[in-house]
């Protein structure tokens, strides 16, 4: 850090206030966690200087044999983590490892079934600014009105009526747990491939907090820094006979060198991963939750389907007539990260939003529990109800503040010396 200090203080002073607005303020975002010292170690190193297109073994370049060994490691790593048959860890990044998928799985013009943006989609399954919606014949199924849960019945229709080539499950604000054995029923009734994209909650199917989707999936998709605390990038898990297949689709048609410093920090959080101690943060990242979730319950705010199976919770705020963007404005005012996110049926713009979206990998990985949980429940509840424009709104947000800085505090998410 010296060197880039002397060599480029502009972008130095942005690290030093990252770290800062990082410890400082409380993280709530659900698709982000704090990767840990050894993960940062293994992204800023030489790694990232070496040239690998191809695979270990198989390269086409020279002077592999040491970035082979470190994506030898992440392979059977992740392949022991998820027992797993063949496991793909170039992907630069989730999209990426979806583009590949639908490449290895189906041709431009084929139909694919997967759940709607509005309802908690990814831009990658199936919107229009997306390839996957350019390129291939979306279909959306929704969440049921009633229980704001996936409607399996109208999976199965759609599935029926549109013959699909692929189906997706897999979210990025959906809370409940998925039924993998029911997606897997349709996908063969109608001979599609069933493409698990388990970007959100692959750190806690890691940390065995929830059901693996492995032994149904023909592929799964995967980011690698949301709960599983690696670094920025994607993963690919799939049946062995589709090895070749995904390989292919990953390099050389969807990407170019593989990002050897993060494949080698995607190993090291393998690693980790498959600890005791990284199984007890999956869990208490889930019983955490669980009991935010309960917490804003209790302030009046609504979580849509009733609660939270997962780390994540969407939270319909309409009955405190306040909109999405302004309660991620209210919190930012008062130092808690955290976003707008549209609610099934949502009235409003995607923009404005009904709702939130909480997420507890972050605060989880920093130690805090259950207590923490209740304490955060009735801050958010104040700030989102209370922290108007106004002077006496300001006051609020102000003290909310401070509690804040109280909270994280007895929390720092790295120690001093690594900053
Ligand atoms: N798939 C899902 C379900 C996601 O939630 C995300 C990211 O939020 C992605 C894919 C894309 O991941 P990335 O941002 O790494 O491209």
């Known amino acids: 850090f010296a060197a880039l200090e002397r060599e480029d203080p502009e972008i130095a002073a942005v690290l030093v206030d990252e770290v800062g607005r990082q410890r400082d303020t409380l993280q709530l975002i659900a698709s982000e966690s704090f990767t840990s010292p050894a993960v940062l170690a293994a992204l800023g190193s030489t790694l990232a200087n070496k040239y690998a297109e191809g695979y270990p073994g198989q390269r086409y370049y020279g002077g592999c044999a040491l970035v082979d060994r470190a994506e030898q490691l992440a392979v059977e790593r992740a392949k022991d983590l998820f027992a797993a048959e063949h496991v793909n860890v170039q992907p630069h990044s989730g999209a990426s490892a979806n583009l590949a998928a639908y490449a290895a799985l189906a041709e431009p013009g084929d139909v694919v079934l997967a759940m709607g943006l509005p309802h908690g989609g990814h831009l990658t399954h199936g919107s229009k600014a997306n390839f996957s919606g350019k390129w291939f014949h979306p279909i959306a199924y929704r969440l049921e009105p009633s229980t704001e849960e996936i409607d399996y019945d109208e999976v199965r229709d759609l599935a029926l009526a549109h013959r699909p080539k692929m189906i997706i499950c ?23 491939y069933l493409l698990v994209d388990a970007a959100h909650f692959i750190g806690l199917v890691a940390g065995r907090a929830v059901p693996s989707p492995v032994p149904h999936a023909d592929v799964i998709t995967a980011t690698t820094h949301k709960a599983l605390r690696g670094p920025r990038g994607g993963m690919i898990i799939c049946r062995g006979e589709l090895a070749r297949r995904i390989d292919k689709a990953v390099f050389p048609f969807a990407q170019g060198g593989p990002m050897m410093h993060a494949v080698a920090a995607k190993a090291v959080a393998f690693r980790e991963a498959g600890t005791p101690e990284f199984r007890g943060y999956a869990n ?112 609020v947000l102000r003290e909310a503040a401070a509690e804040v800085s109280g909270i994280v505090g007895a929390f720092p998410p790295y120690p001093l010396e690594t900053e």
Do not use: W
């Open 284 to 395: 208490q990242t889930v019983r955490n939750a669980r009991v935010l979730t309960e917490g804003l319950t209790a302030e009046g705010m609504r979580p849509v389907t009733g609660g939270t199976d997962t780390h994540l919770a969407v939270i319909d705020l309409r009955d405190l007539g306040v909109t999405g963007r302004e309660a991620e404005a209210r919190c930012a005012s008062a130092g808690i990260a955290l976003n707008k996110n549209p609610v099934p049926y949502d009235p409003e713009r995607p923009a404005v939003a009904s709702g939130v979206r909480i997420g507890t990998p972050s605060v989880t990985s920093q130690g805090m529990r259950e207590g923490e949980m209740r304490q955060i429940a009735q801050l958010i509840g104040r700030v989102v109800r209370d922290g108007a424009g106004t002077p006496a709104g300001q006051a």
């Open 170 to 192: 897999g979210a990025t604000s959906y809370p409940r747990l998925i039924d993998f054995a029911r997606f897997r029923e349709i996908a063969d009734e109608v001979g599609a």
